[in-house]
């Protein structure tokens, strides 16, 4: 059901979970610094054991219906030369979060890179500092959200939803999400935002900007009465959390459209089983999405313009046959055909046949195909 009643009782339990949550991560960063103190303080060696974030220890949660991290988990020592340099940035990250939390403040993936540069922390690259962020995430069993650093926002959505913002500053305003045709961008507070009123029945989650920008003008939000979602790609988590609420809270059925390549064929996976990467955080998959294509059988059936498969992709089948999220159809029959035909297409590959030929033809034919299952 959409919420519609009084803004100010939600309001407050949202600022009281926020609270509680902030105490608790408080609590988990300083509780790392003291047992490193602690065993300098004896003449030890101060360790860390990190979940092991990799395909290899994930498990089926059938309560949670995602995948979550296993019981594997790997030393990161000071006794160990190797170990030394990602201690320190660990340990440096944690300590960013708490002044964050402190204080107040927020930061992106990029601005934290940036103070830790200035500060004189060796991160070779902006991944490296993100992988460090996700390995303390592991640790404390907590997004890097909930210690205010962000990524960058690049995710969107349209469609016929009012939406009231609940975030101090902004809360009780109202935006109607059909009034920008670029789509809105999906960051914490639109994901935290009251529904306030919704005409749409289902989303379309579209991997691509093109073809995002195709559905808005070919008016599929209206023939459809769909919310459309752009992921800009792999779908960032924000954007997670609003495909999960509005499957939950509004009960709308979720489309996902990928090209058809095996990254297309992760992402959607991604957003219905869950990340590897992130499987150390909870409910933030869609179990019950749909990946309505572009699927690898779709290439041969419309004839669609394609490409070689390159080493990389053959390299990402590979790890795909290996990963438990795709032992049952359609993931293992489509990982398999792409091994046949050795091609790859993109969505915007259905424009051979015109330019509204992906939501006059192709958008029907697959929902029709996939309400009859």
């Not at 990254?263 to 749909?290: C, E, K, M, T, W």
């Amino acid at each position: 059901m959409v919420k519609t009643g009084a803004k100010e009782g939600s309001y407050e339990k949202v600022q009281y979970r926020s609270d509680e949550v902030k105490r608790a991560v408080l609590a988990k960063l300083k509780k790392i610094g003291e047992e490193v103190v602690e065993r300098l303080g004896k003449s030890e060696w101060p360790t860390l054991y990190l979940p092991v974030r990799t395909t290899k220890n994930i498990v089926y949660d059938a309560s949670l219906r995602q995948y979550v991290l296993g019981p594997k988990k790997a030393e990161r020592t000071v006794s160990n030369i190797r170990h030394l340099r990602p201690f320190a940035q660990l340990i440096w990250v944690a300590k960013f979060g708490k002044q964050l939390l402190t204080n107040g403040k927020t930061s992106t993936l990029r601005d934290t890179y940036y103070v830790a540069i200035g500060e004189g922390i060796d991160f070779e690259s902006q991944d490296e500092s993100d992988d460090i962020i996700m390995e303390l995430e592991s640790l404390i069993s907590h997004p890097r959200e909930d210690m205010n650093i962000f990524p960058e926002e690049r995710a969107s959505i349209y469609g016929d939803l009012v939406i009231e913002y609940s975030i101090p500053g902004f809360r009780g305003q109202r935006v109607d999400l059909s009034a920008h045709p670029d789509g809105y961008s999906i960051g914490p507070a639109l994901t935290t935002a009251e529904f306030v009123r919704c005409g749409a029945e289902q989303v379309f989650v579209i991997e691509k900007g093109a073809v995002f920008s195709r559905f808005v003008e070919e008016r599929a939000d209206k023939r459809f009465k769909a919310l459309l979602i752009h992921t800009a790609g792999q779908s960032p988590r924000n954007c997670r959390k609003l495909i999960r609420r509005l499957r939950e809270e509004l009960n709308l059925p979720v489309y996902i459209f990928t090209d058809a390549d095996p990254y297309g064929v992760h992402i959607a996976s991604v957003l219905i089983h869950g990340s590897a990467l992130s499987a150390h955080i909870r409910q933030i998959n869609v179990p019950d999405a749909v990946w309505a294509g572009v699927y690898a059988t779709d290439i041969t059936k419309y004839k669609l313009p394609a490409l070689k498969l390159t080493e990389q992709d053959f390299k990402r089948l590979k790890e795909l046959e290996q990963d438990p999220r795709y032992t049952d159809d359609p993931w293992r029959r489509e990982v398999q055909y792409f091994g046949k035909i050795k091609r790859k297409a993109e969505l915007e590959a259905f424009s051979r046949y015109g330019l509204e030929f992906i939501v006059r033809d192709f958008l029907p034919a697959r929902l029709a195909e996939l309400q009859k299952r």
